[in-house]
């Protein structure tokens, strides 16, 4: 056969293959320009929708940017035909869904809106300005619930959220239905709990009504962690409210008294404690720490270099008016008298009631003991532990198993 002939018999072939090549190519070209776009996106989605025309996010995207809060109405108008140019392309572009949504919205049509933002919905929830439009819908229908709802899917789906969220929703623990609608979400122990609880406590939210909303979730369940709890009861006690951060505490301490001092065998090893437990005070000189000890379930642990002398530790009593007995034991205290620690028991911001010195651990098997009178007008007081400067070489070392302050009987 000639070789016009093969090449007329294999002209099919050969069309194919060109045809082929033609399409692999206009592939790879749509695939440069797509990457392209990609990256262009970054900087201009003008710029990048003009390079990929028919790539439906990027029109979404673009039809978004043009629907923000400051479009004029041609540029809804604008927008609205590129988010309904970009469902064509890919009815997955959620950014056109919600954009046609918001400019739904914005033109009074809220029940158009909510059919656009509930399909977006329905193709994904992490999309944030559909959960912001979705909190607000709730809110304008009084629903508290469904509001609750869409903020969990924000702060759970977008990182960005709490930063948007957390300020209004703090302020909403004021109200009561919202506190304790709050509550119910919380004790579920969504991922965004704790920054939660935490923005509250750090924020100067009512520390009365943060107080409320933790011991709701406390009662349903929830978990509220202990340095949450304490920056409550802080914060009460801070704002002049002591009677309602005692009743936060004894909720928190069933048994816990005002007629004595708490944990005299310094049991609780938190490590993030309250004003009314024992609160270890460490300065950069004067170091001192609660430790667990077998033999008496904990003991205040301290020490200072010579010639410095300061507070240890101390937590703020209710006592009523009356005759009151400290009594403790010690452990490797060895000091000359000018030197030796002792208690002290003041009313909170003003005058010292009453001091209890701590002799040398070798007398009496270092048991100490001394009487102090809390007057009438001394509601709050506080009881601590102090060191006096030392001239030995190793400083001041100790430490105390035991210290109670109870009514003389």
């Known amino acids: 056969m000639s070789g016009a002939g093969l090449l007329h018999d294999r002209a099919p072939q050969i069309a194919a293959r060109l045809v082929l090549a033609l399409i692999a190519v206009a592939l790879g070209c749509i695939a440069v320009m797509h990457s392209l776009a990609m990256v262009v996106q970054k900087r201009s989605l003008r710029e990048a929708h003009a390079l990929a025309p028919g790539n439906g996010l990027i029109t979404g995207e673009l039809s978004s940017e043009l629907s923000g809060p400051k479009a004029t109405g041609q540029g809804r108008v604008q927008a609205d035909r590129l988010a309904r140019l970009a469902l064509r392309q890919d009815p997955t572009a959620i950014d056109a869904g919600a954009a046609l949504g918001l400019n739904a919205q914005i033109r009074g049509n809220t029940q158009l809106a909510r059919r656009l933002f509930a399909y977006v919905q329905a193709l994904s929830r992490r999309d944030l300005p559909t959960q912001l439009w979705a909190i607000g819908d709730a809110i304008e229908r009084n629903d508290l619930s469904a509001a609750l709802t869409h903020y969990d899917i924000a702060l759970r789906t977008s990182p960005d959220a709490s930063s948007l969220l957390f300020p209004p929703l703090a302020m909403g623990t004021a109200d009561p239905t919202i506190r304790a609608a709050l509550a119910r979400t919380l004790a579920r122990q969504p991922a965004w709990a704790n920054d939660?609880?935490?923005?509250?406590?750090?924020?100067?939210?009512?520390?009365?009504?943060?107080?409320?909303?933790?011991?709701?979730?406390?009662?349903?369940?929830?978990?509220?962690?202990?340095?949450?709890?304490?920056?409550?009861?802080?914060?009460?006690?801070?704002?002049?409210?002591?009677?309602?951060?005692?009743?936060?505490?004894?909720?928190?301490?069933?048994?816990?008294?005002?007629?004595?001092?708490?944990?005299?065998?310094?049991?609780?090893?938190?490590?993030?404690?309250?004003?009314?437990?024992?609160?270890?005070?460490?300065?950069?000189?004067?170091?001192?720490?609660?430790?667990?000890?077998?033999?008496?379930?904990?003991?205040?642990?301290?020490?200072?270099?010579?010639?410095?002398?300061g507070l240890v530790a101390r937590q703020i009593e209710l006592l009523p008016s009356g005759d009151y007995i400290l009594e403790g034991r010690s452990e490797g205290i060895d000091q000359s008298d000018d030197a030796k620690p002792y208690w002290s028991l003041s009313c909170n911001g003003g005058s010292e009631l009453g001091r209890v010195d701590v002799p040398n651990s070798s007398v009496a098997n270092g048991r100490f003991g001394g009487h102090i009178t809390v007057p009438a007008d001394c509601p709050v007081q506080v009881l601590a532990l102090n060191i006096r400067p030392s001239s030995n070489v190793s400083g001041v070392t100790g430490q105390i198993d035991r210290a109670l302050l109870r009514p003389v009987r």
């Open 196 to 309: 939660f609880m935490g923005y509250v406590i750090t924020n100067d939210t009512d520390p009365e009504a943060a107080a409320s909303l933790f011991q709701m979730i406390s009662h349903l369940h929830g978990t509220v962690p202990d340095q949450y709890s304490a920056g409550v009861i802080n914060a009460l006690i801070r704002a002049g409210k002591i009677d309602q951060a005692w009743a936060y505490y004894a909720s928190l301490h069933p048994g816990a008294s005002r007629r004595v001092s708490r944990d005299p065998t310094f049991e609780s090893h938190t490590q993030a404690p309250s004003e009314f437990d024992w609160v270890p005070i460490g300065d950069g000189n004067i170091s001192a720490s609660i430790q667990p000890d077998g033999r008496h379930g904990g003991a205040l642990i301290f020490a200072a270099p010579p010639s410095i002398g």
